[in-house]
């Protein structure tokens, strides 16, 4: 098995009917959010595709802290709105204490370990 360093998050969104819109506006303030307020994230890339109806989010952190940092700073009540406006489910790619994987039970977001990495 190669290490990895820092963490990877691909979310997946499908979008609810006339959700859209709601999802621009409340990604806007997350970016806005991250720029201002994550030392950590490496990465935090939206992609929508031509029909409007998905997306995928592509966050990438340091460290697990980073990652924590970052979900404090965007806090519960963005959180949710944003997870409002889709049906959502992800991965998060790297290592993982087996504290941060028992938090990841019964939510949305599956955990990967490293297998094959480059240098």
């Known amino acids: 098995m ?3 360093s820092g963490l990877l998050g691909i979310a997946h969104f499908k979008f609810h009917e006339g959700k859209i819109e709601e999802f621009k506006r409340l990604s806007g303030k997350c970016r806005q959010i991250v720029q201002k307020h994550d030392t950590g994230t490496l990465r935090y890339d939206i992609f929508i595709n031509a029909e409007q109806s ?5 966050e990438e952190y340091v460290d697990a802290q980073a990652l ?3 979900s404090t700073h965007i806090g519960d009540e963005l959180s949710a709105a944003i997870m409002a406006t889709a049906s959502v489910h992800g991965e998060l790619l790297g290592e993982l ?3 941060f994987r028992a938090q ?3 939510s949305p977001v599956q955990p990967f370990a490293p297998f094959l990495c480059l240098d």
């Open 2 to 4: 190669k290490s990895m």
């Open 54 to 58: 998905e997306a995928i989010v592509v």
């Open 68 to 70: 924590m940092d970052h």
């Open 97 to 99: 204490s087996d504290e």
């Open 104 to 106: 990841l039970k019964g």
